[in-house]
């Protein structure tokens, strides 16, 4: 057996876990798998290159850096928009639910495996977590509507700071009886969600401030700052109140991630590639020390009780949580199925069995094998069958749905607003970090950097939606992107508009990329976002009453209403919304999405008076009395 020092203990577990999980991604199976596996036969139960005996230590460190980092990186993307939608399921979910998993699973393992109270009650509060380590993972290789992932989301994040502290107290309790009595342990339970909620909230402030642009700290520099400060929080949190630092840095996250800050978007790829290397090393590390003859000792029992707690406890407890929701029972039976177990609880799980050794009591190991039994069979069972669970329950979204549309300006955000009717997936992809604010303030999901970034684009899928729009006022740049994604993406449907007197891209070479010419005909596309900024245009809604299918524009028109006064967006038929292009016929009952110039409002009433129109609404909330028609 190879002697390594603890250095290349870590370094090897970071260096394979990561090659563990480039190699999951091409097998197409959920990357924490691989990571337990590859665990496991680095460790002592295998060829022995991984000895646990040298970390050990070291471990509890290990894991609260690692922590730190990801549940701050699970806190940035965590919307405060979105979970207020879905506030009643999410708050649910993390009380009661909790209170639901715990008392199931701590009765399984007294009936089932012949546990005494105190230890199958620390058993039940260890796997009240979900956890985003291994729940966020599988949501991007699941598409799933957008209310259940933001569930899942929120309930992953939120319940590790609360099941781990829950977690640590009954610990105390059950190791220190005398000291600890059930009442104390729950005064000690808020007070150290409380003041981590507290001294996390306060963080998170000074962080997005502190960032700023023009600000204390060089662009440069802003990344690491914003590591080392959330590491400091997460300590100084756990100095004055034991454990409560998990509980700083989720809130900090949570606070930074809605400040809108222009350098967020950097921010939050640099802290993914983080979490990417910590998951990866933890699991490697915590998997090594597993072993199999107490694996083995649980038996059929212990399997069980993971039936018990993934068949029979979590559909209680989601059903219950979510009773009076909006959610759809579809909806419930799928977040019933997926709630994967992860490092925080194996790493709890690993202290746990630390502590209770040294208080002299048994069962640390069998506890801790139990925790890894529920890990590996949530994970693996729940992380391959997660898509196919997904399309049975119709829960997940339409594979090569949506629309990437290049730009974030007036016109483009216009143009999203009335796709957005009939379509769930709408990305913005811009540079520009005031154009990406007023898109993300609108709530459209938004890729800021470039977009011949083909990491970008894979973040982003973007080779997942079926159209792709390229509406920046560069001919050239959009004429690149549509490009280079129908051809290398393979996105079936691309479109770009063609500005008026403007450079060298023809719609014949429109045509020859793959592509259609958005508006039907060459535009000012500047002049149609300076009218938007100054707010001298109207969005309105026009039905057509043609009694027979038209073109709605040709390209060889030069009526100057259409070309000046008007520009027609999105057109809806049978409640199904697209672009207008060159293509579009309308037919009686269709509905258009028109800009209308206002200051030419005579004329536009002519034409669509002529052409056989019938005004329906204006998408403002500006009433309009100067429609006549």
Not at 87 to 113: C, F, N, W
Not at 302 to 311: A, D, H, N
Not at 392 to 398: D, F, G, I, T
Request: aromatic share 8%; charged share 20%; net charge neutral.
């Amino acid at each position: 057996m190879l002697t390594f020092d603890i250095a290349l203990t870590i370094s090897l577990a970071l260096f394979v876990g990561l090659v563990a999980q480039s190699l999951a991604h091409h097998l197409r199976i959920p990357g924490i798998v691989l990571l337990l596996l590859t665990g496991a036969f680095l460790g002592p139960e295998g060829i022995k290159l991984i000895d646990p005996k040298l970390y050990y230590d070291s471990l509890h460190l290990l894991v609260g850096f690692a922590v730190a980092v990801i549940l701050f990186e699970g806190g940035l993307s965590l919307e405060i928009k979105r979970i207020t939608r879905e506030s009643k399921a999410i708050r649910r979910l993390i009380t009661v639910g909790t209170v639901i998993t715990i008392i199931g699973a701590t009765i399984s393992a007294h009936y089932i495996l012949g546990w005494n109270w105190e230890l199958s009650f620390l058993f039940g509060t260890l796997v009240s977590v979900t956890g985003p380590t291994v729940v966020n993972p599988l949501l991007k290789r699941i598409k799933l509507k957008s209310n259940v992932k933001t569930v899942l989301e929120a309930e992953g994040l939120l319940i590790d700071p609360i099941g781990a502290i829950i977690a640590i107290v009954a610990l105390e309790v059950v190791v220190h009886p005398l000291g600890n009595s059930f009442f104390s342990g729950t005064v000690n339970l808020f007070i150290r969600l409380g003041f981590g909620a507290l001294i996390g909230a306060v963080g998170g402030f000074c962080i997005a401030y502190i960032i700023k642009p023009k600000k204390l700290i060089p662009s440069h520099l802003k990344n690491i700052f914003v590591l080392t400060f959330v590491l400091a929080l997460y300590h100084l949190s756990n100095y004055f109140q034991p454990e409560s630092g998990i509980g700083a840095v989720t809130v900090a996250g949570i606070v930074v991630g809605n400040s809108k800050n222009r350098v967020l978007h950097e921010l939050v790829e640099f802290k993914e590639q983080l979490t990417t290397m910590f998951i990866a090393m933890l699991f490697i590390l915590l998997a090594a020390d597993v072993k199999f003859a107490e694996l083995q000792m649980l038996g059929i029992p212990g399997l069980i009780v993971v039936g018990l707690l993934m068949f029979i406890i979590r559909p209680l407890n989601v059903f219950i949580s979510t009773v009076g929701t909006d959610l759809k029972f579809n909806e419930k039976a799928f977040l019933s199925w997926l709630a994967p177990r992860g490092i925080v609880a194996a790493a709890v799980a690993s202290f746990f069995a630390i502590a209770l050794d040294e208080a002299g009591m048994e069962g640390g190991s069998l506890l801790r094998a139990l925790v890894f039994l529920v890990i590996a069979i949530t994970v693996t069972l729940q992380g391959i069958s997660g898509p196919i669970v997904a399309r049975l329950l119709k829960v997940s979204r339409k594979a090569n749905n949506g629309y990437a549309i290049l730009g974030a300006n007036p016109v483009a955000i216009e143009l999203a607003k009335g796709l957005q009717k009939t379509e769930d997936d709408i990305l913005f992809i811009d540079s520009n970090s005031d154009a990406v604010r007023k898109a993300e303030e609108l709530q459209f999901k938004v890729l800021f950097g470039n977009a011949f970034d083909e990491n970008l684009l894979a973040r982003g899928s973007v080779s997942n939606m079926k159209n792709a729009i390229a509406l920046t006022p560069n001919d050239e740049v959009n004429y690149l992107f549509i490009k280079k994604v129908h051809k290398e993406l393979k996105v079936a449907q691309v479109i770009m508009p063609i500005q008026m007197n403007g450079g060298h891209i023809t719609t014949e070479m429109v045509h020859e990329a793959g592509g259609n010419l958005l508006f039907g005909i060459e535009r000012d596309l500047d002049l149609w976002n300076v009218r938007l900024r100054k707010k001298t245009v109207k969005v309105e809604t026009w039905k057509s009453v043609t009694e027979e299918s038209v073109q709605l524009v040709n390209s060889d028109s030069q009526d100057a209403v259409i070309n000046k006064v008007l520009l027609p967006l999105v057109i809806t038929r049978d409640e199904k919304s697209e672009p207008v292009t060159a293509e579009t016929k309308v037919k009686s009952g269709d509905e258009v999405l028109f800009l209308v110039f206002d200051e030419k409002r005579k004329e536009a009433n002519d034409w669509f008076a002529h052409d056989g129109w019938v005004y329906l609404h204006q998408e403002s909330d500006i009433p309009d009395e100067s429609i006549e028609v």
